[in-house]
Every structure is written in C-alpha cells, then in structure tokens.
C-alpha cells in the first residue's frame, strides 16, 4: 500500500512563500500527483497535479494559483513539491497531495485518487 506525508505547511505573510513536499513510501514513477486543498467550511478543491514521469511529467493548475505555483517531481526520492510563491490569505487551507494512475485529464479530479497524505496546515495572515 502506497503511504504519502505531507510536510512543509506554517504560518507565513501575505507575499510569502513555502514550500510542500508530498514523500511516498515507494516508487511514485507510474503515478501522478494531485495536490488539493480544504479551507474551514468549503469543500476539497484542486491546486495542481503532475502526471507520471512515463507522461511526460505534465503539469495542470487551477486558475486561482497559476502562475503563483509550482509543481515538480523528484523521482529520485519519491518527492513530489508544492512550491508557493506570493501567499495570499485566500490561500489558506489544509493541503493534501494524493496520488493515482490517472491521465492528464483526470488528474485534478480528487475522485480519482486512492492514495492521500495526511495534511499539512497553510496559513497566510498578517
């Protein structure tokens, strides 16, 4: 069974950036990687997903996040990466990453995934 932790969230300032990362128990080679969010009181959206490497590694985003995130793959360790840049308040959430065999056009839909990571807490405020 494919176990992922998700690390990396904190308290930051509006503008601020972090970083996520989303470590599997195995290789995440055949799978792609969806990164998804829940703040207080609104229902699980999706930020971003990368697909498998054996798909060429594409990346989709959701429009609130475009051009602010970054998804990227390490295979080498497994890791998969949430890069945040230029936090707004709006984006606190609890952020999750999971992972599936799903294609490109699947891959922001949190359905699709059987594999999740724990959460980790973002929170932008002044």
């Known amino acids: 069974q494919l176990q992922l932790v998700d690390s990396g969230g904190g308290l930051v300032r509006p503008g601020e950036s972090l970083t996520l990362s989303c470590t599997a128990s195995?290789?995440?080679?055949?799978?792609?990687i969806g990164w998804f969010r829940q703040a207080p009181g609104k229902e699980r959206e999706a930020v971003s997903c990368?697909?498998?490497?054996?798909?060429?590694?594409?990346?989709r985003y959701a429009d609130s996040v475009r051009d602010r995130f970054t998804v990227t793959r390490d295979n080498a360790k497994n890791t998969v990466y949430l890069e945040m840049n230029s936090l707004k308040p709006e984006d606190t959430a609890v952020y999750y990453c999971?992972?599936?065999?799903?294609?490109?056009?699947?891959?922001?839909?949190?359905?699709?995934?059987?594999?999740w990571g724990q959460g980790t807490q973002v929170t932008v405020s002044s």
């Open positions: 999971a992972a599936a065999t799903v294609t490109y056009w699947l891959c922001m839909s949190d359905v699709q995934y059987p594999h």
């Open positions: 195995s290789t995440l080679d055949y799978y792609a």
């Open positions: 990368v697909t498998s490497r054996g798909s060429g590694a594409s990346t």
